[in-house]
């Protein structure tokens, strides 16, 4: 601990006494510090000890002593000791009377007491107790470097929160609690997921303090990661500011926790290129050497069914300094959510493209539906405050029904094909298994489907608007009626032979056979998109 005004009395070569303020006398002394001015404090930093001899003080004035120990108690000025039997004999009692009822510590400084010892003794407690401060923060530092190397970041908690007499937390890039220490600072670690959130949108390194609903703890939180993104986060919770030693042995957790996270990218980054190798001859229709290759850290995905999961990032009109990831950013969601409920993933990024294959059903497709729903929000928010299109516009993920490993390569066709549909209707994310439930026609609004049945109906268009007969609408009701004349002429209130002419007069102007189903076909799809907004 700092030296006190405590400690200075009790300091038996000083040989001071208490003459006012004695309940005050716990305070830390930051430093000792000799003036003679009349107003010392545009000189004053705060947690000082005043030494005087009252040279320039009209010290036995009550009016001007209240104004001298007013302006010593706003400074900060932790204690003031007056040096008897120089100016004055004794400590004048208007002195005295102002700091009892300032609450300012007087100290009486016999005449044989140099103010060079008591400085002295300031400087040395003070000394005594950054040594003291350093010496624990190296002991804490050797103790959290080897829970670092033999229980991980676990140990590396349980160290941590022992020698700050509170506890931690350790959160991973989504800024859920992966571990706390001790075990029952878990619920306290929670309520602050949407602080480490934010703090996640800083630029690493950064930092905050916090507290909880119940301000129960004085909370420190920090980004851990070597680049500008933060990877994991820290908190520290303790009933008070931490001191010197605590500082080091937080700063040491912090160092060796962001090795932790940077060493396990390393591995994660072996991994994706085991998993890039895995998709590749699962792609290639050789599930039995993937699963050889897999071993155990896939195995147990390649056994049930999985879903493919193909997602794409749109963005390119940024620097690289601006550009957004939203690609990176679903990866780990999905691996954190995989990782919290035990179960396996396959993630590869590929190109402008992520690769995924998590188990059916499981918490990873889950949070990747989640993400996906969160931008969708977040892109309706955009075009609701007509605000320039941020991350919003930037992500489209394809989802291929339940398969096994055999049917690989069909399930990142079928990812794929949902991938281009949500891109033309402007999703963030489709299921393959929406694309048959629902209609081909919204299929028909896209730009070159419009082109291709503007230019195939425009000759029947043009004819009709020269008023010689009304051969589209004759071509739709004949189609509808599946070439049943007698049925379609009834709907167009003509004669059949009139029918049987106007369609003569289609093949004619068209230069196709209608017996052709092919024909047929185009035509229909034609007069659909033309009607499609």
């Not at 003794?121 to 470097?145: M, N």
């Not at 050497?289 to 850290?297: K, Q, S, Y």
């Not at 690769?355 to 892109?379: N, Q, S, T």
């Amino acid at each position: 601990m700092p030296p006190t005004l405590a400690s200075l009395v009790h300091h038996s070569a000083l040989r001071l006494t208490v003459r006012a303020g004695e309940e005050r006398l716990d305070v830390p002394v930051r430093w000792a510090h000799v003036s003679e001015l009349a107003d010392p404090v545009p000189y004053m930093e705060g947690g000082e000890l005043l030494l005087v001899t009252a040279l320039k003080l009209d010290a036995e004035d009550p009016e001007a002593m209240r104004r001298y120990v007013k302006r010593l108690v706003g400074a900060g000025v932790v204690g003031l000791g007056f040096a008897v039997g120089v100016n004055y004999e004794d400590i004048p009692k208007a002195l005295v009377d102002a700091a009892e009822d300032e609450g300012l510590p007087l100290l009486e400084v016999p005449r044989r007491t140099p103010f060079l010892a008591i400085s002295k003794a300031v400087s040395a407690a003070i000394a005594a107790d950054q040594y003291r401060a350093v010496t624990a923060g190296f002991a804490a530092q050797r103790e959290l470097t080897k829970q670092a190397l033999t229980a991980g970041p676990e140990g590396i908690l349980a160290a941590l929160a022992a020698q700050v007499d509170g506890w931690a937390a350790f959160y991973d890039v989504s800024g859920t609690v992966v571990a706390t220490a001790p075990e029952w600072a878990g619920r306290r670690a929670a309520r602050l997921t949407a602080e480490v959130e934010r703090l996640r949108e800083r630029p690493a390194p950064a930092s905050a303090v916090v507290g909880p609903p119940d301000n129960e703890d004085r909370v420190e939180l920090h980004s851990l990661g070597t680049e500008r993104r933060a990877r994991a986060a820290l908190a520290v919770g303790t009933a008070a500011a931490l001191g010197t030693a605590e500082r080091y042995a937080l700063h040491s957790a912090i160092a060796l926790l962001t090795l932790t996270t940077e060493r396990s990218r390393s591995l994660h980054a072996a991994q994706q290129r085991l998993g890039a190798a895995v998709l590749r001859m699962l792609l290639a229709g050789e599930p039995d050497h993937a699963r050889a290759v897999a071993g155990h850290l896939y195995g147990g995905l390649l056994d049930a069914p999985f879903r493919m999961v193909v997602a794409e990032s749109a963005s390119s009109a940024r620097t690289a300094a601006e550009a957004a990831d939203p690609l990176g950013a679903l990866a780990e969601i999905v691996e954190s959510a995989a990782a919290r409920a035990g179960e396996s993933v396959l993630v590869v990024p590929e190109g402008e493209q992520l690769i995924v294959l998590a188990a059916d059903g499981g918490a990873a497709v889950a949070a990747c539906g989640e993400y996906a729903m969160a931008v969708e929000g977040a892109r309706s928010d955009v075009a609701a405050a007509r605000e320039p299109a941020g991350d919003a516009d930037e992500l489209v993920v394809g989802l291929s029904a339940p398969v096994g490993p055999i049917a690989a390569a069909a399930a990142y066709k079928q990812a794929e094909q949902a991938l281009s549909v949500a891109r033309r209707r402007g999703r963030v994310c489709v299921a393959h298994e929406q694309l048959a439930s629902g209609s081909v026609l919204p299929l028909l609004a896209d730009d070159a489907v419009k082109a291709f049945a503007d230019g195939l109906l425009r000759p029947l268009y043009e004819h009709d608007a020269t008023g010689r007969g009304d051969l589209v609408a004759s071509l739709r009701a004949w189609l509808s009626r599946h070439g049943q004349w007698d049925a379609a002429a009834a709907d167009l209130g003509v004669h059949r032979h009139t029918l049987r002419y106007r369609m003569r007069r289609v093949e004619e102007i068209l230069g196709r056979s209608l017996d052709d189903p092919d024909v047929r076909m185009e035509l229909w799809l034609a007069l659909k998109a033309a009607s499609v907004e």
